[in-house]
């Protein structure tokens, strides 16, 4: 069964520190990743999408990471603000998969004063 | 305005009750889908749909069916809601272009079931 595990389940950071979210799957072959990130009582939001061939991208202070072969991406955010307070999902999409997505259950980050 | 809009927002009802949750779209998207998100749980696919005459069943389909009323409308009925139905709806849009394959969420149907 494919699965997405998302670690820490929360976390809780002074504004202006780095942090990282870990995102394993078992999705494979996979066609691509994408970090979403959702605000309390909104949508989720794409933050970045990767391909099995990319290894980072970056979109402002988010920059993601994708390592294929141990099935593995971060997602480390710079310099974090009080605005970044908010789930973060990682989705994965297998090859060939069509719209058979999952979904990880999110990493929740607080930034705080 | 919101790209892709819910109603109502926040639903309580009772046990047995037909409940519909609307979504409509200005992304000019055919693809559209309904997603429930629990506590916990990861995002979870209720039923989606290609085009006007395509409907499919998600993984959670039970308890539950869509009408694709345009391409821009696509709705969520509950027949007889019941409490594990209790849970955050979200109507979600694609596009066609292969490979992206990113969603445009609404901002959420929360409803309570008694």
Redo the contacts between chains.
């Keep these: 069964k494919n699965q997405?595990e998302q670690s820490p389940q929360s976390l809780i950071i002074l504004e202006g520190k780095n942090c990282t979210l870990q995102c394993n799957y078992t999705v494979s072959p996979f066609?691509?990743l994408?970090w979403?990130k959702q605000d309390t009582?909104?949508?989720?939001?794409?933050l970045t999408?990767m391909?099995f061939s990319e290894n980072t991208k970056s979109n402002g202070r988010y920059t993601a990471t994708l390592d294929a072969d141990t099935k593995q991406s971060s997602l480390h955010i710079t310099a974090s603000q009080l605005s970044d307070s908010a789930s973060y999902?990682c989705v994965v999409?297998p090859a060939g998969g069509g719209?058979k997505?999952?979904?990880?259950?999110?990493t929740q980050l607080k930034v705080e004063l | 305005d919101a790209d892709?809009t819910q109603t109502p927002r926040n639903r309580i009802t009772k046990t047995g009750k037909r409940i519909m949750l609307e979504c409509s779209q200005t992304k000019g998207h055919d693809?559209m889908?309904w997603y429930r998100q629990d506590p916990?749980?990861?995002?979870?696919?209720i039923y989606?749909s290609f085009d006007v005459k395509d409907i499919?069943k998600g993984e959670i389909s039970d308890g539950y069916s869509v009408s694709r009323q345009a391409q821009a409308k696509f709705s969520l009925s509950l027949e007889s809601a019941i409490p594990n139905q209790t849970a955050l709806y979200?109507c979600?849009t694609s596009d066609l272009r292969p490979?992206?394959?990113?969603?445009f969420?609404?901002?959420?149907s929360r409803l309570t079931v008694l």
């Design positions: 997405v066609s691509n994408r979403y009582g909104r949508g989720p939001v794409s999408i391909t999902i999409r719209n997505l999952t979904f990880g259950t999110g | 892709v693809r889908y916990g749980l990861g995002l979870r696919l989606y499919n979200f979600a490979g992206t394959g990113e969603l969420f609404g901002e959420g």
